[in-house]
Every structure is written in C-alpha cells, then in structure tokens.
C-alpha cells in the first residue's frame, strides 16, 4: 500500500521526489558496529585522512607478511570485516582498511560513488599494496578506480559479492521505494548532469575487461538477496582472469562472518 501511495505521488511532485531519491543515493546511513568489530579496530594503527574535505579514517594492522587491503560496501564500514582481519593478521599479514567518505568513523557529508571510486585509487598507492578484498559495492568502486589508473598493478583480487550495473542500483533502489519511472529518469538525468558520465557505462563487466589484475575470484551466495548472484555471474563472464565460487548459507552481510568463506579467502592469499 505505501509503494503505490509513493508511486502515485511521485508522479504528481516528481522534482520532489527526485530530490528525495538523490539524497538516499548520496547520504549514506552509518550502522552501528558490534562490540567484536569495536574490538578489532581498537587494534588498529589510525590516521586522519583529508580528501575531498572529509576527515577520512585509515586503519592499519602491522604484520610482517602481505600488504592487503580491504575495501568496503555502501554504509558500510572497515569493522564489517573485523572476522577476516583477525584471521589476516594471525598469519602476519598486514592488513589497511578507511571508512569511506560520510561512512563509519569518517566525517559527514553528501557524497558519491565517484568520490568513493577516487579514494580507493588514492589508498592502493598510498599503502603500496597488490592484493585486495572488497565486499559489495567496494566491487563496484575498485574495478572503476582500476579502469581510471590503468598504471595500478594488483596481483591478487577477492570480490565478495559484487554488483554490475550502476544503473541496476538505480532500478533497486526505485522499486524499493516505489518511485515512479519518470522520476527515476530523472534522477538518472540529474546524476549525469552533475558527473559529467553516462550512467549506462557505469558496468563493472566492462571495467573488468582492461584492468591490469593478475588473479581475481568472486564469491556469492546463491540466496543473497540484496544482490542476486547473476550480477556477479555476468562479471565473472567478462573477466579472463577470474574465478567464481557459488557458496550457499550466508546471506549478502554474514557472508563477512563465515569461517569457510575467511578460511578461502586466507588460503586463496597464501
């Protein structure tokens, strides 16, 4: 009943809406961490960060083996993977992770996935690392960051879950909220006056084709419902270099907190 109430009144006050749609798309809400993933980051080396005005929060975990860095989902946080950093850094590998912009512990404001995408570029360099991991929408940002810094050299790259199409965001996102198709027009066409970039190109099955990856494997729950396994299945179709596990049992979130999915994702580093 409330989708068809919103559908209806997006089409009477569509710039409204479409106001209303762009700040739930550039306002990303912080979750609260649980008391193990306090814990975790109470470990970590910290440092303030400045990019693009936010006061960015940078973690470290010392070890003496792999630099590895772990890239996070949208309201998301580095916390969210405190299960595989324990896991990490017991095997000596040093591990970085950042609460991305408006995200976690890092200063508030309206932010983007291509402010997202440029830290991610800006870490990789600054941390010197060859290996990563990123969950969700991190999948999303690091293949653009590596598309747009073709110099970037990764050697080895896990994806837990990953989206594809930005414009699939989009669409989830309109009907989640029942916003009329007019409106998600809209939206679609103020994101691209603003960015300058065709949203339609915005494909991580497309990145993938030219980015300079070693090795990479993708991991997805065949139930996960906040992004369907075809989305990770198309990626995986369009990158030569890639491996898939379909995986059941976890979900799109505990997918962070599985021993055999951080057993993999450890052995698969070693």
Known sequence: MKKALVKIASGIFPNLFTSFAYNQLTNPQVRKLRENELKTLDKAEKESFLFKGFDIKLYTW??????ILLIHGWEGQAGNFSDLIESLIKVGYTVYSFDGPSHGFSSRGRTSLFEFTELVGVLIRKFEVRDLVSHSFGGVATTYALFNNKDLEIDKYVLLTTPDKFKER??????????????????????EKETNIDVESLN???????INVKHSIIIHDKNDKVIPISRSRNVY?????????????TGHFRILR?????????????
Not at 62 to 67: F, L, T, V
Not at 204 to 210: A, G, L, T
Request: charged letters at 35%; glycine letters at 6%.
């Open 258 to 270: 599985t021993n055999e999915v951080i057993a993999d994702v450890v052995e698969y580093f070693k």
């Open 62 to 67: 010392k070890g003496e083996g792999k630099k």
């Open 237 to 249: 179709k369009n990158w030569s270099v890639s491996e898939f596990k379909e995986i059941s049992g």
């Open 170 to 191: 989009i669409d989830d996102v309109s009907e989640m909220v029942g916003i009329s198709n007019n409106v998600k027009n809209k939206l679609i066409q103020r994101l």
């Open 204 to 210: 991580v099955s497309e990145f993938v084709k030219s």
